[in-house]
């Protein structure tokens, strides 16, 4: 198998509630692949466009959320999917919202904004799990990394 592709993205959602970092997990529709797991903001990227505006289409289609900031956070998921006999690459990104109001689409069923920890203990997949700790890591402490790693959108 030579099969290696960059074709999804992992997005963390944090909002500020005074300095309290929450952030968002959904859950996915019974009807959808993986069916009834939470996860952070996922999704395939188009052909015609670019790793982190999937990110951004992502959290619209899926949450009705705009981002107000947005990172890449220093950790890249992967998995073998035997579905297509292929490994994937999942680039990670972390994205600031300035509302709660989220307005999910047909692939999902519920969401939850809580700590680090409850939204951790929620999340199926142990690299996602990693990805938030990263983000969180990096908005909470590492104010260099999240200075360097901003996308300017």
């Given at each position: 198998m030579n099969n290696v592709k960059v074709g999804v993205i992992d997005c963390h959602?944090?909002?500020?509630?005074?300095?309290?970092?929450?952030?968002?997990?959904?859950?996915?529709?019974?009807?959808?692949?993986?069916p009834l797991i939470w996860q952070c903001i996922t999704g395939g990227i188009k052909?015609?466009?670019?790793?982190?505006?999937?990110?951004?289409?992502?959290?619209?289609?899926e949450?009705?959320?705009?981002?107000?900031?947005?990172?890449?956070?220093?950790?890249?998921?992967?998995?073998?999917?035997?579905?297509?006999?292929?490994?994937?690459?999942?680039?990670?990104?972390?994205?600031?919202?300035k509302s709660k109001d989220?307005?999910?689409?047909?692939?999902?069923v519920d969401f939850y904004w809580g700590s680090l920890e409850n939204v951790k203990s929620k999340l199926l997949w142990n690299q996602?799990?990693?990805g938030l700790d990263s983000f969180n890591q990096m908005i909470t402490k590492q104010t260099k990394k999240l200075e360097l790693s901003e996308i300017h959108i």
């Open positions: 959602v944090v909002y500020w509630e005074a300095e309290i970092p929450q952030f968002l997990t959904i859950k996915r529709s019974p009807q959808e692949r993986y052909s015609n466009e670019r790793t982190y505006q999937a990110a951004i289409r992502e959290l619209k289609e949450t009705g959320l705009y981002p107000e900031k947005m990172w890449t956070v220093d950790c890249v998921n992967s998995y073998y999917d035997p579905k297509y006999d292929s490994v994937f690459l999942i680039p990670v990104f972390g994205i600031e919202v989220v307005k999910l689409s047909s692939e999902h996602q799990k990693q």
